[in-house]
């Protein structure tokens, strides 16, 4: 791997395994537990999911693709030190989440171009002084105004457009206006 066009491709390999894992533990009995234990923990738990395992899985699955993705960058750049870590850098992929969107595996390539690529372009490339302060703003804006990110997870999209269609709220609170379910008194299974 001795040209950038063939190391080139070796990323592109990584980046294809990464999503084609990460779309396959999206949907599987994993992701789903890992997805419940992130929206309530203590649900997850009563609900008989062993929370501890199901957490260690994250961070060892986590630390293999971190593993997997150090390994390429060192490959290419044949030394690593702490100095090539800013803290900026944590900040670039920080907002690089919140930009493209928590839990969205096409919202991290969206952000991915907005926060690496679009600096990049040749007519942008003037605005570099000027690219925290955009980088603040546009953060602040996103938000205020779209807080789930420019391309939400399917499973936000769905609740929210299912919330606002059927009348209820999309946080899942009693719906305004309509019938209150029976109690069970009320419909005659009181435990008489």
Do not use: C
């Not at 009995?29 to 992130?38: C, L, P, S």
């Not at 803290?87 to 907005?114: D, M, N, Y």
């Not at 105004?145 to 499973?155: A, D, E, I, T, V």
């Amino acid at each position: 791997f001795n040209t950038p066009l063939h190391f080139y491709y070796l990323s592109l390999f990584f980046v294809v395994l990464t999503v084609f894992i990460a779309v396959r533990l999206e949907r599987s009995r994993v992701g789903r537990a890992w997805n419940f234990i992130r929206e309530d923990e203590l649900a997850a738990e009563s609900m008989g999911i062993d929370t501890t395992r199901y957490k260690f899985l994250a961070f060892v699955t986590g630390a293999a693709l971190a593993g997997m993705a150090g390994n390429v960058y060192a490959g290419k750049m044949t030394v690593i030190a702490p100095e090539s870590f800013s803290f900026w850098e944590s900040v670039v992929i920080f907002a690089i989440v919140i930009l493209g969107g928590t839990g969205s595996i096409p919202g991290i390539f969206l952000g991915t171009f907005g926060m690496v690529v679009l600096p990049q372009l040749p007519f942008l490339r003037g605005l570099q002084d000027a690219r925290m302060l955009v980088f603040g703003a546009a953060m602040v804006l996103m938000m205020i105004f779209r807080p789930q990110g420019l391309w939400p997870s399917r499973r936000w999209s769905l609740a929210v457009g299912r919330g606002l269609e059927e009348g209820g709220p999309a946080e899942g609170g009693p719906a305004q206006g309509g019938p209150a379910a029976p109690t069970r008194a009320a419909a005659g299974g009181g435990g008489q």
